[in-house]
T-cell receptor, first 116, second 110 residues
Framework: GAVVSQHPSRVICKSGTSVKIECRSLDFQATTMFWYRQFPKQSLMLMATSNEGSKATYEQGVEKDKFLINHASLTLSTLTVTSAHPEDSSFYIC????????????FGPGTRLTVL | GQNIDQPTEMTATEGAIVQINCTYQTSGFNGLFWYQQHAGEAPTFLSYNVLDGLEEKGRFSSFLSRSKGYSYLLLKELQMKDSASYLCAVSKAAGNKLTFGGGTRVLVKP
């Protein structure tokens, strides 16, 4: 149980284009989903918290107009990187949890984004 | 803010025991998680501590002392496949957000 999928696993795009990453909870309904970014040999940095049916809450320093998050259902959240630039190249990982307490977060397999 | 410190790297021999320490400073503490992450993969859940004491799960155990802001992950009977990064993460009561430490890379040698 508690499987989270992400699609695509890898994406290469040209500078200036937009990329959408999907995060799905496959066998449970996720009240909350989280988006992280991880640069090589660094730890995970939380970008935003996404609750179904409401606007995402972004961490300080994360541009909400550049990283668009939509949480349309209890099993799907999407992250769109708009007008991507090479410095946006990173490993993007989503996680999902059942409830708003200190419930365990289950992570998706991650999406490796490379912007040329 | 939150400060979470853990060693950068540790090396141990197959079959041995390794203890990874994590110290933290936070307000509104709501639990501490340990995750394992292999290179290029997402983290996988290992343990969760919210009360003081030791939680044992097979070869892995995790300890928490809230008064000292201290936790450790103990890996016993090390196997080659245990070579990975181990991430300590603290949960805050507001919003269930996790803040991760920098991770400890464990290298298991034959």
């Amino acid at each position: 149980g508690a499987v989270v999928s992400q699609h695509p696993s890898r994406v290469i795009c040209k500078s200036g284009t937009s990329v959408k990453i999907e995060c799905r909870s496959l066998d449970f309904q996720a009240t909350t989903m989280f988006w992280y970014r991880q640069f090589p040999k660094q730890s995970l940095m939380l970008m935003a918290t996404s609750n179904e049916g409401s606007k995402a809450t972004y961490e300080q320093g994360v541009e909400k107009d550049k990283f668009l998050i939509n949480h349309a259902s209890l099993t799907l959240s999407t992250l769109t990187v708009t007008s991507a630039h090479p410095e946006d190249s990173s490993f993007y990982i989503c996680s999902a949890s059942l409830a708003g307490g200190a419930d365990t977060q289950y992570f998706g397999p991650g999406t490796r984004l490379t912007v040329l | 803010g939150q400060n979470i410190d853990q060693p950068t790297e540790m090396t141990a021999t197959e079959g041995a025991i390794v203890q990874i320490n994590c110290t933290y400073q936070t307000s509104g503490f709501n639990g501490l998680f340990w995750y394992q992450q292999h290179a290029g993969e997402a983290p996988t859940f290992l343990s969760y501590n919210v009360l003081d004491g030791l939680e044992e799960k097979g070869r892995f155990s995790s300890f928490l002392s809230r008064s000292k802001g201290y936790s450790y992950l103990l890996l016993k009977e090390l196997q080659m496949k245990d070579s990975a990064s181990y991430l300590c993460a603290v949960s805050k009561a507001a919003g269930n957000k996790l803040t991760f430490g920098g991770g400890t890379r464990v290298l298991v040698k034959p």
